[in-house]
């Protein structure tokens, strides 16, 4: 499969990458660096992209910032910077994207542990994982063509120690069980789904 990968350059993007590539897929690997490169907060950046990469048999997007204080203190501001980053951010992927998958193709997303779990500052990347998950939930049965939509959802990653103590208690996941998520939403039948690892 040809595959385009937005956030190829982070942990859960790079992950992704790994796998997919061993298992004999053509991965396009797109960050805000590379080129062609993309601003997933800017939909004319997106529409470059996907024009620049063509017809793809599948779309993944590992991308989103959002700001971590704690709820008294997060503004409207880091909200909606939250929401257009991660959430909008991937929505434009089903939004232009449609017309750039082949028949039968899939489109990723990811969220994560937040949307599930409460972790301290977290709110603002929460809800944006909230609405990227009930996202995928409602558009899957409209997709036309066959096309496919999930979300990987994994916990704290093991490869990124320098998060675990804000996830404290939780499991870290390896790599294998999140690459294991990814293969599943493209390569699977499923659609619809919130994969959590």
Do not use: C, W
Not at 104 to 115: A, K, Q
Not at 157 to 172: E, Y
Request: no cysteine.
């Amino acid at each position: 499969m040809k595959i385009l990968l937005v956030g190829s350059g982070g942990h859960v993007g790079g992950v992704a990458r790994a796998e997919l590539e061993k298992r004999g897929h053509e991965v396009i690997g797109a960050t805000r660096s590379t080129n062609p490169g993309v601003d997933t907060s800017d939909a004319d950046s997106i529409s470059s992209l996907l024009e620049a990469v063509g017809e793809v048999d599948a779309i993944v997007v590992a991308v989103g910032a959002a700001a971590f204080k704690p709820v008294t203190e997060l503004t409207r501001e880091d909200y909606t910077e939250a929401f257009v980053s991660k959430t909008l951010g991937q929505i434009e992927f089903v939004t232009q994207g449609l017309e750039h998958l082949s028949d039968g193709g899939s489109i990723t997303f990811v969220t994560g542990v937040l949307s599930r779990e409460p972790v301290p500052t977290a709110a603002a990347a929460a809800m944006a994982n909230g609405a990227v998950e009930s996202f995928v939930v409602s558009a899957a049965p409209e997709l036309p063509r066959g096309v496919r939509i999930n979300a990987v959802s994994p916990n704290v990653l093991a490869n990124s120690p320098h998060f675990h103590d804000a996830f404290a208690g939780m499991t870290p996941v390896s790599d294998q069980a999140v690459a294991n998520a990814f293969v599943r939403s493209i390569e699977g039948n499923v659609t619809g789904r919130i994969l959590t690892v």
